[in-house]
């Protein structure tokens, strides 16, 4: 992602503040997994951390959010993250179970389209 791109983020936003980040150029997103095994997608200002589930799905095929590709039980982790503050909704989505090789094939625009419809409903 080239230099200029931030710039030009950081720019609109200090003009515009207001500005709705579906309209920003894209920042760098990041995609990971912590050492709980939570997975994090950011993309500055936002952040959503994702926290995994235990069980695994009980149907197949599964697709990935992140790099849309059909999963196999064995290869799909799900996650799932609150809606609102408090309020005990959650959202769950399936997610390759290797965050490093998904990171390498997903799109950072899919992956901000996820970010920004957690945070944004
Ligand atoms: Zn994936």
């Given amino acids: 992602m080239p230099k200029e791109v931030f710039e030009e983020r950081e720019l609109i936003l200090e003009i515009f503040p207001g500005t709705s980040p579906r309209l920003l150029p894209l920042g760098e997103v990041l995609y990971y997994r912590d050492l709980e095994g939570r997975v994090h997608i950011t993309e500055e200002p936002h952040h959503l951390v994702l926290e995994p589930l235990e ?3 009980a ?3 599964v697709i990935c959010e992140a790099c849309l ?3 196999s039980r064995q290869e799909a982790r799900f996650f799932r993250f609150e809606v609102g ?3 005990g ?3 769950y989505l399936s997610f390759c179970h290797d ?3 998904c990171a390498s094939l ?3 625009e899919r992956l ?3 970010l920004l419809r957690a945070i944004m409903p």
Avoid: D
Wanted: proline residues 12%; glycine residues 4%; charged residues 25%.
């Fill in 55 to 57: 069980a695994a799905p």
């Fill in 59 to 61: 149907y197949a095929p």
């Fill in 69 to 71: 590709r059909q999963l």
């Fill in 85 to 87: 503050v408090g309020e």
């Fill in 89 to 91: 909704h959650y959202r």
């Fill in 99 to 101: 965050t490093r090789q």
């Fill in 106 to 108: 997903a799109l950072p």
């Fill in 112 to 114: 901000r389209e996820i």
